[in-house]
């Protein structure tokens, strides 16, 4: 029973190209993130969602957008990919209302951008 | 601005080793603090946490204590094991409980 899962494991695709990552969680929790993380292991923040808040690292370019059809997924859609988007990118969620701070990640979708 | 520091590795040490991975943060009022663990090819796992100051998290033989007077979180093991090897990420979170990680650092258990 995976708690948090992310498809694809593995995405490549070319510049230009719009591409989306999918997210879902079965843990019934009411929060949701995106993280990613480079060559180099550093892991950022990109978005924190729940049903009534978005807040966005301002450093994430206004082609990432994420996308919520329902409390269990968070999908990340990213249009005119550039070589920079290569990372892999990480999907997690938490409990905040209930003050049960720990996220529980995703296994990652690697993503290389030629 | 929030941020979190941590000694760069790879660190590498003989297996039963003693384990000490420093880590610093600067924050506005009093985050939680969280110790993850990235085994190859894998996401992070939650290692351990301390949500106060003076809490002490454990965990598979790994203890971290929240030192507010020194804005620590210092990682500790008694004994390593080969099986220990993996990157780990000292976290807090911060407004909406987002992370902000320090940048990991990889230890290597020599058999």
């Known amino acids: 029973d995976t708690a948090v899962s992310q498809t694809p494991k593995y995405l490549v695709t070319q510049m230009g190209n719009d591409k989306s990552i999918k997210c879902e969680q079965n843990l019934g929790h009411d929060t949701m993130y995106w993280y990613k993380q480079d060559s180099k292991k550093f892991l950022k923040i990109m978005f924190s969602y729940n049903n009534k808040e978005l807040i966005i690292n301002e450093t994430v370019p206004n082609r990432f957008s994420p996308k919520s059809p329902d409390k269990a997924h968070l999908n990340l859609h990213i249009n005119s990919l550039e070589l920079g988007d290569s990372a892999v990118y990480f999907c997690?969620?938490?409990?905040?209302?209930?003050?049960?701070?720990?996220?529980?990640f995703g296994p990652g979708t690697r993503l290389t951008v030629t | 601005g929030n941020s979190v520091t941590q000694m760069e590795g790879p660190v590498t040490l003989s297996e039963e080793a003693f384990l000490t991975i420093n880590c610093t943060y600067t924050?506005?009022?009093?985050?939680?603090l969280f110790w993850y663990v990235q085994y190859p090819g894998e996401g992070l796992q939650l290692l351990l946490k301390?949500?106060?100051?003076?809490d002490k998290g454990s965990n598979k033989g790994f203890e971290a204590t929240y030192r507010k007077e020194t804005t620590s979180f210092h990682l500790e093991k008694g004994s390593v094991q080969v099986s220990d090897s993996a990157v780990y990420f000292c976290a807090q979170n911060n407004a909406g409980n987002m992370l902000t990680f320090g940048g990991g650092t990889r230890l290597m258990v020599k058999p």
């Open positions: 924050a506005t009022g009093y985050p939680s």
């Open positions: 301390a949500t106060k100051a003076d």
């Open positions: 997690a969620s938490s409990q905040v209302d209930g003050k049960i701070y720990e996220q529980y």
